[in-house]
């Protein structure tokens, strides 16, 4: 059974930090990353990292964001600095095993000003 185990959302201040961590498990997975989705909007990656290293980051948040990945633990880390009001969103999990995608819960990540 696949899970995605999602923590470190809340609620943060203009220029804070936030940590987002995802433990995924009940399959091998050659990618993992981090999706939002604000009100009204589509989902958006934010940033993935595969296996390999190979790390996808959306350009909105390039030298904000740092992506990282412990793979023997399957778990991803999103460490999220620089925080602005336009961050503030629902952060999904995704997990790729084969031809499936597979998606956290999600957490709410809210930046005030």
């Known amino acids: 059974q696949v899970q995605l185990v999602e923590s470190g959302g809340g609620l943060m201040q203009v220029g804070g930090s936030l940590r987002l961590s995802c433990a995924a498990s009940?399959?091998?997975?050659?990618?993992i990353g981090w999706y939002h989705q604000g009100p009204g909007k589509q989902r958006e990656l934010v940033a993935s990292?595969?296996?390999?290293?190979?790390?996808n980051v959306a350009d909105s948040v390039k030298g904000r964001f740092t992506i990282s990945r412990d793979n023997a633990k399957n778990t991803v880390y999103l460490q999220m600095d620089s925080l602005k009001p336009e961050d503030t969103s629902v952060y999904y999990c995704?997990?790729?095993?084969?031809?499936?995608?597979?998606w956290g819960q999600g957490t709410q990540v809210t930046v005030s000003s």
């Open positions: 995704s997990a790729v095993s084969g031809p499936y995608r597979y």
């Open positions: 009940g399959r091998m997975f050659s990618d």
């Open positions: 990292v595969t296996t390999g290293g190979i790390i």
